[in-house]
């Protein structure tokens, strides 16, 4: 499966705008020379923003970039138990 289809699977998945919006970053994020960029690959084919937000917590952001980020993923998790 390449990548394009996989993240085109996972925002079919998400309902939610801020999930589909975290979910564009993060792949704009896979682009970039990061150690951790296989596992925010996985957490994010396997639905698992605890572990996103694990990852992208070790990332130097702006406290308003990171509170944006910090929304989004809580809009992430609140959509999955919407499903």
């Known amino acids: 499966m ?3 289809r996989a993240y085109d699977d996972m925002v079919s998945a998400v309902s ?3 999930a589909v919006s975290l ?3 993060l792949r704009r994020q896979l682009r970039q020379p990061m150690p ?3 596992h925010l690959e996985a957490a994010v084919e396997h639905d698992d ?6 990852l ?8 308003a970039q990171r509170h ?7 809009r992430w998790e ?5 499903r």
Request: glycine share 6%.
């Open 78 to 82: 609140a959509g999955r138990g919407e």
């Open 23 to 25: 979910l564009r970053w």
């Open 2 to 4: 390449t990548a394009r």
């Open 49 to 54: 923003p605890a572990e996103a937000r694990r």
């Open 68 to 74: 944006h980020v910090s929304a989004l993923l809580d």
């Open 16 to 18: 939610d705008q801020a």
């Open 36 to 38: 951790s960029r296989e």
């Open 56 to 63: 992208v917590a070790t990332m130097p952001f702006s406290d």
